[in-house]
């Protein structure tokens, strides 16, 4: 039996109809679709099915049980597709991407280990416009199955650096022009008091230590998120959010002043 994640062939494994859907639109390298043969093939799936062949990916009409079989998640909705290669990229092609774009936001993530936290932030960042983002590839959550569904289909389409040591990719991206911002409970300032200029890396911790002192220590800067009631942390997908569209708030208000 192969791996939920991953074949002998090294193909990695998205399920669920959005997430396939978006693998083919954004031409990602899929080898073959499998659908239930038991789903009726209307909707996303039709429009699955017909983008695929359109593409010349071979589509598959399987036993469902198979498909619960390779699932990680439980919820495959009737169809998987199987990708040539881990969409990663190396941060030095993300750097490169960033300078094509006008204003470029990337997000950190330090020790996320839950993975639909990791495909909420993803899907956040893509939604706001971001070049893309940057995880450890050691004691974090990778990409998954899991982080495919949880994003939308979104990490398809955003750019994901994996580093090994994410304190030396923060002094990349400052040596690119990054101005690098962590998020943390104890800062003294508030984001809304910060400069979140683009080019604009922000840094979110992972569930229960945040970001790590060697990371923090590299930042530009250190900002709070305000909270008024007992909880003193913010899940790491909500504090990633509050911050990526505070940047995009920030962008739209100079665009409407500049047209006055």
Not at 2 to 10: K, L, M, V
Not at 32 to 45: I, Y
Not at 176 to 190: E, H, N
């Amino acid at each position: 039996m192969t791996s939920p994640e991953r074949a002998g062939d090294g193909s990695f494994l998205v399920e669920g109809r959005n997430p396939v859907r978006e693998a083919l639109r954004a031409g990602q390298p899929v080898r073959k679709v499998q659908v239930s043969r038991t789903a009726r093939v209307v909707g996303t799936l039709a429009e699955i099915v017909r983008e695929a062949r359109s593409r010349g990916v071979p589509v598959q009409f399987v036993d469902p049980h198979h498909l619960d079989a390779v699932s990680a998640t439980g919820a495959h909705q009737g169809v998987v597709a199987w990708l040539g290669v881990r969409p990663l990229v190396e941060l030095d092609e993300l750097v490169e991407r960033a300078r094509k774009v006008r204003h470029p936001i990337v997000v950190v993530l330090d020790g996320v280990e839950d993975p639909r936290n990791l495909g909420a932030v993803l899907r956040t960042a893509e939604a706001v416009g971001a070049v893309g983002a940057v995880i450890p590839t050691r004691r974090a959550a990778g990409l998954s199955p899991a982080v495919a569904k949880a994003s939308a289909g979104a990490v398809m389409h955003l750019p994901v650096a994996g580093v090994v040591n994410l304190a030396r990719a923060v002094e990349v991206l400052r040596q690119a022009g990054f101005r690098v911002v962590a998020a943390d409970p104890s800062a003294a300032r508030a984001y809304d008091e910060a400069d979140l200029d683009p080019p604009v890396a922000l840094v979110v911790g992972g569930e229960g230590r945040g970001v790590r002192r060697l990371v923090r220590e590299r930042c530009d800067e250190v900002v709070r998120i305000p909270m008024k009631g007992k909880v003193q942390s913010l899940n790491a997908s909500v504090a990633a959010g509050i911050l990526l569209y505070e940047v995009a708030r920030r962008l739209r208000a100079r665009e409407r002043e500049s047209l006055r």
